[in-house]
């Protein structure tokens, strides 16, 4: 099984590179990382020139033009683009434990999606965080809330990820499905921009296919770095979309990842090659 790491990410380099750290040391490497930006200004790209000489897996930049919100769209595009075949999607500003990866493939069933969890931090200690290196918080850290997922009990986490059809507490800053399962039901919504929801939408669609949630907890741990919230939005027009999906029972819908595939046919250019090969010309 090739896992693909699709990262999401937007104007912030600095937590990327964390991110990014932390997908390189891990116990057990993925496939492959993609990067999927929403449209970030050149240092996003700079930082991945930067760092892809010397990057251990496969690492891919996807850029798309800042034209508002666009995840559905992000995302799609790394799932497109990913020759794993089960795809863990992460936020730009989640930094994974070194056994995340490893973890994630342990609960991996076919039939299911997996949706795990985060630790949250405060401002203080993302800065540190960010300053200081790939320091991951543990259970007695200052600066957290729900210091309980800096746990990884494996016993604990298997009896969590019995699967069942647990509607609530749906994010996509970590979450895997195999990839089958997202043509299956054509990925993101890309009718829905702006904030949120469209990974609950999702979700939904992926319950109505017949698919089963398992809750990964005590293991795939990861720390959010802390950034000001954008999700108390009164009157989302996403909900409607959601409630609609939910009404209709919907599988697929409309405009989603089919959109992308045919981009794709050719595998996306790994920018390890691209940053070797650019240094051998400048050499030569």
């Known amino acids: 099984m090739r896992i693909s790491v699709a990262v999401i990410t937007y104007n912030w380099p600095e937590a990327l590179q964390r991110v990014l750290a932390a997908l390189a040391a891990q116990s057990e490497l993925p496939y492959e990382v993609i990067v999927t930006d929403d449209g970030s200004q050149p240092a996003t790209r700079e930082l991945l020139e930067r760092i892809a000489r010397d990057y251990p897996v496969r690492l891919v930049h996807l850029w798309q033009p800042d034209d508002g919100a666009r995840m559905s769209r992000a995302r799609n595009r790394a799932i497109a683009a990913a020759q794993g075949d089960y795809i863990i999607l992460l936020d730009g500003d989640m930094v994974a434990e070194r056994h995340f990866v490893a973890d994630h493939r342990s609960f991996a069933r076919s039939g ?16 540190r965080m960010l300053e200081g290196g790939l320091v991951m918080p543990g259970f007695f850290s200052r600066g957290i809330e729900r210091r309980r997922h800096t746990l990884r009990l494996p016993a604990l ?8 059809t647990k509607r609530r507490g749906i994010k996509s800053c970590n979450m895997a499905f195999w990839r089958d399962d997202l043509l299956r039901v054509n990925g993101f919504n890309e009718a829905m921009t702006g904030w949120g929801r469209e990974d609950t939408e999702l979700a939904a669609r ?11 907890r005590f293991s795939a741990l990861a720390t959010h770095l802390y950034h000001r919230t ?10 409607r979309i959601v409630d609609d999906t939910r009404a209709r029972q919907l599988i697929r819908c409309e405009f989603g990842l089919d959109q992308h595939l045919s981009e794709f046919a050719t595998a996306a250019v790994d920018l390890r090659v691209v940053m070797r090969d650019h240094g051998i010309s400048q050499s030569s």
């Not at 299911?112 to 800065?127: D, E, I, K, P, Y």
């Not at 954008?230 to 909900?239: L, M």
């Open 206 to 216: 992926a319950f109505h296919a017949g698919l089963l949630r398992r809750e990964l």
């Open 112 to 127: 299911c999606f997996v949706q795990g969890s985060r630790v949250l931090t405060n401002a203080a200690l993302t800065r």
């Open 157 to 164: 986490a298997r009896w969590y990820a019995r699967p069942g």
């Open 230 to 239: 954008r999700k108390h939005i009164v009157d989302n027009p996403n909900d």
